[in-house]
T-cell receptor, first 111, second 114 residues
Framework: DAGITQSPRHKVTETGTPVTLRCHQT?????MYWYRQDPGHGLRLIHY???????DKGEVSDGYSVSRSKTEDFLLTLESATSSQTSVYFC??????????FGPGTRLLVL | AQSVAQPEDQVNVAEGNPLTVKCTYS??????LFWYVQYPNRGLQFLLK??????LVKGSYGFEAEFNKSQTSFHLKKPSALVSDSALYFC????????????FGTGTSLTVIP
């Protein structure tokens, strides 16, 4: 998966708790992205980063925050998890040619 | 606003027959277009892209796609389908130049019947 890892791979949590997902890349690419995948919706962009400490919102950013303190790490935080945030979360990087490469995904279940 | 439409949720094709997975797009500037494939419990894998140049682009695993500017389409094709091609396929678009965000279609599930 193009030098991208995600942790944890699976998580079960309770409504109202904070959750942090980690994405780590070894490719030294500038752009990193967080998506969620839900049936019938395809992939929807949550947040993306265009450099260390440079981030921007995607189309479904409410309830999520991100941080990028190093080129290789991009963290996604669910500030107070809700059942509607049960999903599969994918991290991606974008190479200079424009293609994206995806991590293996994190399955999150919010009870 | 940028968007991608994949009009077919499901495509079935017999092994050995040609396959087509359809994609249309809407973008305000020049489009950068992509196809990805997803196997069960895996992340998306890059297949091919169109940035500029020849309207027919070739990608991984024998897939190709044809860019048609007048029809704003970017259909994925393969001359002879394999059972192993059965997967979920996503089309994506990014606005060329300064665009940073990618927009994905809802996916098309391809089943190749032996």
């Amino acid at each position: 998966d193009a030098g991208i890892t995600q942790s944890p791979r699976h998580k079960v949590t309770e409504t109202g708790t904070p959750v942090t997902l980690r994405c780590h890349q070894t490719e030294n690419h500038r752009y990193m992205y967080w998506y969620r995948q839900d049936p019938g919706h395809g992939l929807r962009l949550i947040h993306y980063s265009y450099g260390v400490k440079d981030t921007d919102k995607g189309e479904v950013s409410d309830g999520y925050s991100v941080s990028r303190s190093k080129t290789e790490d991009f963290l996604l935080t669910l500030e107070s998890a809700t059942s509607s945030q049960t999903s599969v979360y994918f991290c991606a990087i974008s190479d200079p040619g424009g293609a994206q490469y995806f991590g293996p995904g994190t399955r999150l279940l919010v009870l | 606003a940028q968007s991608v439409a994949q009009p077919e949720d499901q495509v079935n094709v017999a092994e050995g027959n040609p396959l087509t997975v359809k994609c249309t797009y809407s973008v305000s500037g020049n489009p950068y277009l992509f196809w990805y494939v997803q196997y069960p419990n895996r992340g998306l894998q890059f297949l091919l892209k169109y940035i500029t140049g020849d309207n027919l682009v070739k990608g991984s695993y024998g897939f190709e796609a044809e860019f048609n500017k007048s029809q704003t389409s970017f259909h994925l094709k393969k001359p002879s389908a394999l059972v192993s091609d059965s997967a979920l396929y996503f089309c994506a678009v990014r606005e060329g130049g300064t665009g940073n965000q990618f927009y994905f279609g809802t996916g098309t599930s391809l089943t190749v019947i032996p």
